[in-house]
Structure formats: structure tokens, C-alpha cells
């Protein structure tokens, strides 16, 4: 079994070493009781539940269903990777089950979609255990700066890679991640952490800081900021964090996280241009 330890949760996973992507590297370690077990098994998905069992979701795309306190994702078809998986109600134990035809390590493609398939379902691991561990992820490009994690949350395309860049270029900050981060709270602090999932920016590390600031970013023709009031803090924060909405118990510690991060730091709205002055505006209120 290979263990890693995120946004300090040590993740243990039994599976093939060439399915696991190499993002993990970085977060590898050795030592620590597993807060979340994962295992990989190539085997055929069931057609359809057993009669009889709770069904939460019910689409084309995925089946939800409850059965003997474990919550079932049945996917479309084989071709999903994975196909089907289990976890444990709170999120202790998870399995994920993908087509025998794809048991092939010598098929660099194959390889390829494996260990991408098996990635994003482990994002999905990690929102589940970190809810109930007073966390979430927040979609947000993340920095270092004085010791402090400043977050920049933003829907895709508005430009949180481009800010983060231009505090790199002009005041050489470190960036925690490019595209999404975790937030817990700890001894009544909010803590960030990088993590392997950075989207297509490639950028993350495996750090941690008190989290300094929110700044939600929005494009507009002139650059203004304002400090934001608890509930639209509460508003747009819940907005920008990674959920599994099905889950009626998740979505209850979801927004309690999200209202204590929100609460303990300052957030704001950065009407901005991809400039150094809307870095400037930033640095001004920090």
C-alpha cells in the first residue's frame, strides 16, 4: 500500500503503482494511521442495484444509491473510469472498480486514461473525508505571501492564473496552486494547503499557511476593490468550493466549514483588470 498525506489526511491506497499519477509524488509518505483507505480493483460493475436499496440519484449519466450504510456510484457504462464505486458513510473505506479491459501497463495510452480516471475520483475521495474533517477545496488560484495563503477564487476563465502570475513576476511570491486549494480549520484557524489537483496549470505545491485573505476576482474595465460582508462571503465562497450536493449529511458540514472560514478572514471583491495596479490594490489591503 502507497500512502499520501494531503492537507495533512493521510490517504492510503491499494492499487497497481502504475495507476497512480504522478502528481502524488510529491505528497508521498511513509508514516501516520490512514484517515481514508482506497483501493483499486479491476472488476466488472454490477448492471443495476439490488432491489430494495435507497436510491439518492437517478440519471442517464450515474446512478446513487444507498445500501447497508455504503453509498454506490454506478456510472454510465464500463467505459467510465472508474465504473463503480463504493464508499463507507463517512468516508473511512473507498473502492473504486474499473473494467478488466483496462488492466493493460503496457498500453502507454490505456495508462494514461487509468491514471487520470483514477486521479479525479481521488479529488472526489478527498471532498468527502475533508468535509467531515473541517475542510473543503475552494476553486481558487492560491500564493504565499508574508507566511499567509491569499486565495484568489474565480469561476474558470475570469483570470485567477493571470493574477497569481503577475504577484509571482512582480514580488516573487510562491504559488500554493494554480487552480484549486484545501482549507481547514484548525485550532480555530483557517489553514491552506496545496494540493496535486492544480488543473492545467501544473503549478502546486506541498505546503500549508494560515489563510490571510479571500479576494474574489471579477473582470471589469477598471480596477476597484470592497471588503465584503459576512454573508456574501458566506454567498460566494459556497459558490467557488468543490461539493458532492447529493449528500444531504456533507452539504449540512460543507457550509458550517464555510461559514467559519468566512467568519474568521477577511474577504474581498476585486473588480479587476490583468494588471499590476489590481496587484497593488491587493497589497494595499493586506
Same mark, same amino acid.
Given at each position: 500500500?502507497?500512502? *499520501? ?10 492499487? +497497481?503503482?502504475?495507476? #497512480? =499519477? ?12 490512514? $484517515? ?7 472488476? @466488472? !460493475? ?11 440519484? $437517478? ?8 445500501? @447497508?450504510? =455504503? ?16 464508499? /463507507?458513510?463517512?468516508?473511512?473505506? *473507498?473502492?473504486?472498480?474499473?473494467? +478488466? ?21 481521488? !479529488? ?15 476553486? /481558487? ?12 477564487? &474565480? ?10 502570475? #503577475?504577484?509571482?513576476?512582480? *514580488?516573487?511570491? +510562491? ?29 502546486? #505545491? ?10 474574489? #476576482? ?14 456574501? /462571503? ?33 474577504? *474581498? ?8 495596479? &489590481?496587484?497593488?490594490?491587493? @497589497?494595499?489591503?493586506?
Amino acid at each position: 500500500m502507497t500512502k *499520501y498525506c494531503i492537507s495533512d489526511l493521510i490517504l492510503e491506497i491499494a492499487a +497497481p503503482e502504475w495507476t #497512480l =499519477h504522478d502528481n502524488l509524488k510529491l505528497f508521498s509518505c511513509r508514516h501516520g494511521d490512514p $484517515d481514508v483507505c482506497c483501493r483499486v480493483e479491476f472488476k @466488472k !460493475r454490477p448492471q443495476k442495484p439490488a432491489a430494495g436499496v435507497k436510491i439518492i440519484a $437517478d440519471t442517464p449519466g450515474t446512478m446513487i444509491y444507498e445500501d @447497508k450504510g =455504503h453509498i454506490h456510484n454506478l456510472s454510465g457504462d464500463d467505459h467510465d473510469i472508474p465504473s463503480y464505486t463504493v464508499a /463507507s458513510g463517512d468516508w473511512f473505506s *473507498y473502492t473504486m472498480y474499473i473494467d +478488466p479491459k483496462f488492466n493493460n501497463p503496457d498500453d502507454d495510452e490505456i495508462v494514461h486514461i487509468v491514471k487520470d480516471g483514477i486521479f479525479a475520483s481521488l !479529488r472526489g475521495v478527498m471532498i468527502g473525508r475533508l468535509a467531515q474533517k473541517n475542510g473543503v477545496i475552494i476553486h /481558487s488560484s492560491t500564493i504565499l505571501w508574508q507566511d499567509r495563503g491569499i486565495m484568489f477564487p &474565480a469561476p474558470s476563465g475570469t483570470g485567477k492564473s493571470t493574477h497569481a502570475h #503577475l504577484w509571482q513576476q512582480l *514580488y516573487h511570491t +510562491p504559488i500554493l496552486d494554480g487552480d484549486a486549494a484545501a482549507c481547514r480549520i484548525a485550532d480555530g484557524t483557517p489553514v491552506v494547503y496545496g494540493l496535486p489537483w492544480c488543473g492545467t496549470s501544473g503549478e502546486f #505545491l506541498n505546503q500549508s499557511a494560515p489563510l490571510g485573505a479571500i479576494v474574489f #476576482l471579477q473582470q471589469a474595465e477598471a480596477n476597484s476593490i470592497i471588503k465584503l460582508g459576512l454573508q456574501e /462571503s458566506i454567498l460566494r465562497l459556497a459558490a467557488r468550493c468543490f461539493l458532492l450536493p447529493w449528500n444531504e449529511g456533507l452539504m449540512h458540514q460543507y457550509l458550517d466549514t464555510v461559514q467559519e472560514i468566512a467568519a474568521r478572514t477577511d474577504c *474581498y471583491l476585486l473588480n479587476c483588470l490583468p494588471d499590476a495596479a &489590481a496587484v497593488e490594490l491587493v @497589497k494595499k489591503c493586506l
